[in-house]
């Protein structure tokens, strides 16, 4: 369901940022960023990679129905599970989360619109995570997400048609993680090195939940 949700983004032309190779990043595979973040912004902001060109985007309206719909099946398919797990295994990271209310104040401000995330209502993921990295292919390279909070955890999940190799890489621990379609794996990406092998046949697409650590860091001085 979530590859077919893909397939239709790409359907619809999606715009994907021009790659980027650096000591920190991948392979010249093109990732898009949807969700909530904040980065250089005093408060949070919906990313370009979400929103249409008469919004401050990069996307068409037609790209933008897509993206709406595969949204909404990362709604369905992962928040429940990961907002389980922490409800059950990490109380603390998941009391911290529920500041998403912070996050929907400040974008519905910033666009001057009560309704736009009611008319977006998947670009809220109810605390699980606020942004969702999506590409194809595997990041091959040692690395630390920088831009990650370094006290949640990131998840990882990945779909795609009967491929080979990749599996999640973290040589601080030692551990090579297969990742099989359907499983979801949760992992400080600030703190823990890793990276995903090479994909050595068929199509695998990754998802990475996250949250930008500057939103967080806003969000717990937030009254």
Same mark, same amino acid.
Request: proline share 5%; aromatic share 10%.
């Given at each position: ?5 893909f397939d239709k ?130 990041? /091959? ?8 909070d370094p006290d ?57 939940c996250f949250c ?10 937030? /009254?």
């Amino acid at each position: 369901r979530l590859l077919t949700s893909f397939d239709k983004m790409l359907a619809a032309s999606i715009h994907f940022p021009k790659p980027k190779v650096d000591a920190n990043r991948t392979n010249v595979n093109s990732v898009v960023h949807l969700g909530v973040w904040s980065h250089s912004s005093p408060v949070p902001v919906v990313t370009r990679d979400s929103c249409s060109r008469k919004t401050g985007g990069v996307q068409s309206d037609c790209s933008v129905d897509a993206i709406d719909q595969f949204l909404c099946d990362v709604g369905c398919i992962l928040v429940p599970p990961i907002l389980a797990a922490m409800c059950m295994e990490l109380p603390a990271m998941y009391a911290r989360l529920q500041r998403y209310n912070y996050v929907h104040a400040n974008v519905c401000q910033l666009y001057s619109c009560s309704q736009y995330l009611e008319t977006r209502v998947w670009l809220n993921f109810g605390g699980a995570f606020l942004c969702i990295a999506v590409k194809e292919g595997s990041s /091959e390279v040692y690395h630390l997400d920088w831009n990650d909070d370094p006290d949640v955890f990131a998840w990882i999940t990945v779909v795609g048609d009967g491929w080979t190799g990749r599996d999640f890489c973290l040589p601080q621990l030692n551990v090579h993680i297969p990742m099989n379609p359907g499983q979801i794996l949760g992992a400080l990406t600030r703190r823990l090195i890793h990276s995903g092998s090479e994909v050595e046949g068929g199509r695998r697409v990754v998802l990475t939940c996250f949250c930008h650590y500057g939103t967080l860091k806003k969000a717990d001085q937030w /009254e």
